[in-house]
């Protein structure tokens, strides 16, 4: 996975918005919309010390977490050192520590995050990693803390598609809730809950309160699921 996303992290955004059908812009509106999402599962953010965007790729989600919690320590981690420096580039008005993976496993972050947010990631490991990866996310997490892991839901025909034409996810197995709630529980994981999110695309952002009433419904393009360790 290092070496493949290496290939593709100067022109990640570029090749994203093309597989949406959107400009940069609007794709980046989907990144702010998960973060907002994150206050309904959280919505006390000021009690949020430390978070980790695990898997931050080229960090679209960085500035916005860094705007929704502004006094928060924010940790990026990724196993691809391409998309670490341009996330490090782009972001360095923000005050976000980049990690390897190397790094964040070996230099003293267990239990150390409040929130772990993992953005359309595990799609990418593959399925026979799955629990180990969550058991590891688990010993990164605070005993009080949460993670909210997003993925793409493959209920969804548009989803489908846009993942089937973009290139850095060639090959890939989507995964669906209950395989991702499985998991979750086989990891130790517990209070989990699911919501169904990213109904509202970026031209009708203005309707986007509509969000928060349509999480029951299982024709979002994305799914969140949201975790506590114990």
């Not at 496993?105 to 799609?123: E, K, R, T």
């Not at 990866?133 to 993670?147: E, I, K, Q």
Request: aromatic content about 8%; proline content about 6%; charged content about 20%.
């Amino acid at each position: 996975m290092k070496a493949y996303f290496d290939a593709y992290s100067e022109n990640y955004k570029n090749i994203l918005a093309q597989s949406t059908g959107e400009d940069i812009e609007s794709a980046s509106f989907f990144a702010r919309q998960k973060v907002n999402h994150l206050t309904r599962c959280h919505p006390d953010k000021h009690s949020l010390q430390s978070i980790l965007d695990y898997g931050c790729g080229v960090g679209m989600s960085l500035r916005p977490l860094r705007q929704m919690f502004p006094e928060a320590e924010i940790s990026g981690a990724d196993p691809s050192q391409g998309s670490l420096d341009v996330a490090a580039r782009e972001h360095a008005d923000c005050h976000i520590k980049m990690l390897s993976l190397e790094e964040l496993n070996q230099s003293g972050y267990a239990q150390h995050f409040d929130l772990i947010f993992v953005s359309c990631v595990f799609h990418h490991i593959d399925s026979q990693q799955h629990v180990a990866t969550l058991n590891n996310l688990r010993n990164l997490c605070s005993p009080t803390g949460l993670v909210a892991i997003f993925e793409h839901n493959p209920a969804n025909p548009i989803t489908r598609r846009i993942v089937r034409n973009c290139p850095f996810d060639e090959g890939v197995t989507l995964i669906s809730p209950r395989t991702l709630r499985d998991r979750l529980a086989a990891a130790g994981w517990t209070g989990l809950r699911r919501s169904y999110i990213s109904f509202i695309p970026p031209k009708l952002k203005r309707f986007k309160s509509l969000e928060s009433v349509l999480g029951w419904c299982p024709l979002g393009a994305q799914y969140l699921i949201t975790a506590k360790p114990n």
